[in-house]
């Protein structure tokens, strides 16, 4: 049974940082690609960085671009998002997800690809 636990949301006002946290469980975290993800009130949950397996490449969604960082430990099974300059825009609660095959060789950005997803921390930016 694999378990996703985020952890690290708050409120912070416009232009300051967060970092997020998402602990994966119950199979080998270092073979899967993993992601992150947001849903703003009323608003569909999008795509917002990837990370390969192997920590090798990473993708960002244009809006977060040069503002968030994707990393991740393989030797403790975490992913982090590190989030910087931040809008009020970026108001929503996050996903942290992981991709369902191995080893996979393109990054993805549809929830779709996704098999597993934690449930959710809270970033609040106020203006």
């Known amino acids: 049974q694999v378990q996703l636990v985020e952890s690290g949301g708050g409120l912070v006002q416009a232009g300051g940082s967060l970092r997020l946290s998402c602990a994966a469980s119950?199979?080998?975290?270092?073979?899967?690609?993993m992601g992150w993800f947001r849903q703003a009130p009323g608003k569909e949950r999008e795509f917002v960085a990837a990370?390969?397996?192997?920590?090798?490449?990473?993708k960002y969604a244009e809006s977060v671009k040069g503002r968030f960082t994707i990393s991740r430990d393989n030797a403790k099974n975490t992913v982090s998002l590190q989030m910087n300059s931040l809008k009020p825009e970026d108001t929503a609660v996050y996903y942290c997800a992981a991709e369902g095959a191995a080893f996979r060789v393109e990054l993805q950005t549809e929830t779709k690809d996704y098999d597993y997803w934690g449930q959710g921390t809270q970033v609040t930016v106020s203006s």
């Open positions: 119950g199979r080998t975290f270092s073979r899967y690609a």
């Open positions: 990370i390969k397996w192997s920590g090798g490449s990473t």
